[in-house]
């Protein structure tokens, strides 16, 4: 698919004469080249010449150059600069440290540095209770990274996956007020890994594992989850299943099937995957079948070194075998957290009656949702340019933001499913559509709501 987005923004300064028609072409030369434009700026002007800034989203980096020659074709005009607006934003990092406190006298700093801030220590020296009320602990929390598995990118390593968990901190204070910092391992070794984060563990209120491969994720999760006293959280996994869960719950209701009546074909048995999967099985949906880049999961398969064991024990009740678009006949439901383009229009038309696609690769779904709305009820993806985003937003700042609150230690199940109802029950009965089965990103209820629900998990252990 080639459509334009934000993420491929340009803004191109442009010289030409002032004639009234000028502006006209550089707009026509943008709208012709099929990008969307979103702004012309005049910045300097005289009688002689006008400087205007040509601002659009494109599709791709080489959809931004063709827009670029295409101005440049405008009679009388001069091209002398492009920027990419996403490298712009994302100059010096997105991230600051900014303090709580002013120092801007003796006394200031009497107590927010020595001698007063010894007593502080001391204090928790003697409680180490007190490190939750007398530092950041009690509102920080850990984005650990070993760039193995960044976005749809791959194994890019620490250094490249620096500006997604910038990005994921940014949305902790954006979302839920929660201070969150970045931290990228220089190591993909499982036990450095769960060393690492378990010696810096004690500044943090909890952790949040990102973008670790699969199956290595589950080991470094299971094994930080024994070791240390507050919540560890893959959100990879559990994000994705939370919010799943969320907008299956609100699908049901358009389609009127029940979940345990369900047959569910997925596409994705890594870390994603096996969380959904594992999630939608607690609410009683027992039939589904996953499939990956080798087909069919199940325990007889000769090649499944890396699919957990709970994939291989726990789905494909019925034994199938074969490709997944002859797994997709007949399905209720289809979850794709995998590659581009693995499923066709043929497939989803063989899907059961009033079918649900959630097609949720980023940036390119597991097939076009316009297609897949041909023949599907109800139609989710991942994107923000299409209904139905099914984004991690929804959920992760909530739940951290009830766990610090609750001073949590652990997350279970049932912290899972409250989340997920929570988001649920942001779309009201009276609002629920096939275009509106989760709430958006912005919504200022979600975060809150999903931090009640955890919470009240959280203090009923």
């Not at 940036?363 to 949702?369: A, N, R």
Request: proline letters at 6%; aromatic letters at 4%.
């Amino acid at each position: 698919m080639a459509n334009n987005s934000p993420g491929y923004a340009i803004t191109l300064r442009v010289e030409l004469s002032p004639d009234s028609s000028s502006t006209a072409g550089l707009a026509q030369a943008v709208i012709d080249s099929g990008a969307a434009l979103t702004a012309l700026d005049v910045v300097e002007s005289s009688h002689e010449r006008m400087v205007v800034d040509v601002t659009c989203d494109t599709s791709d980096p080489d959809h931004a150059e063709s827009v670029t020659a295409a101005i440049a074709k405008v009679p009388g005009a001069t091209v002398r600069k492009v920027s990419d607006r996403t490298f712009l934003l994302h100059l010096g990092g997105k991230l600051e440290v900014n303090p709580k406190v002013p120092l801007r006298t003796r006394d200031d700093l009497s107590r927010a540095y020595t001698p007063g801030v010894a007593r502080i220590c001391m204090a928790i020296a003697e409680n180490p209770e007190d490190a939750r009320r007398l530092t950041i602990k009690r509102n920080t929390v850990a984005v650990v990274t070993d760039g193995s598995a960044v976005l749809g990118l791959g194994n890019i390593g620490p250094a490249a996956a620096l500006p997604v968990m910038e990005g994921k901190a940014a949305l902790f204070k954006r979302f839920a007020d929660v201070d969150a910092w970045p931290v990228c391992l220089d190591t993909q070794d499982v036990d450095e890994i769960v060393r690492t984060v378990q010696i810096l563990a004690p500044q943090y209120g909890g952790i949040n594992l990102e973008d670790i491969s699969a199956p290595r994720c589950f080991e470094v999760e299971a094994r930080l989850r024994e070791l240390l006293d507050i919540p560890v959280f893959h959100d990879d996994q559990h994000g994705t299943a939370i919010v799943v869960l969320a907008a299956l719950t609100n699908a049901l209701k358009i389609v009127k099937k029940k979940p345990e009546d369900l047959r569910i074909v997925m596409s994705g048995a890594g870390a994603a995957g096996t969380a959904i999967a594992q999630l939608l099985s607690e609410t009683g949906m027992k039939d589904i079948t996953a499939y990956d880049s080798r087909g069919a999961v199940h325990p007889d398969r000769e090649d499944s070194e890396s699919t957990s064991q709970w994939m291989l024990e726990n789905t494909n009740p019925r034994g199938v075998t074969g490709t997944l678009g002859e797994g997709l006949a007949g399905a209720d439901v289809f979850i794709g957290v995998s590659a581009p383009n693995v499923i066709t229009e043929t497939d989803v038309a063989s899907m059961a009656k009033d079918s649900i696609v959630f097609a949720l690769a980023n940036p390119d779904p597991e097939i076009d949702p316009v297609i897949a709305a041909k023949h599907a009820a109800v139609v989710a993806t991942g994107r923000s340019d299409y209904p139905n985003q099914i984004n991690n937003v929804l959920a992760f700042p909530g739940i951290f933001r009830g766990l610090l609150d609750a001073s949590s230690s652990k997350i279970t199940t049932e912290t899972l499913l409250a989340a997920a109802n929570a988001i649920a029950s942001c779309v009201d009965d009276a609002q629920v559509n096939a275009s509106f089965i989760v709430p958006s990103v912005f919504d200022p209820r979600v975060a809150p709501a999903v931090a009640k629900a955890v919470q009240a998990v959280a203090n009923a252990k």
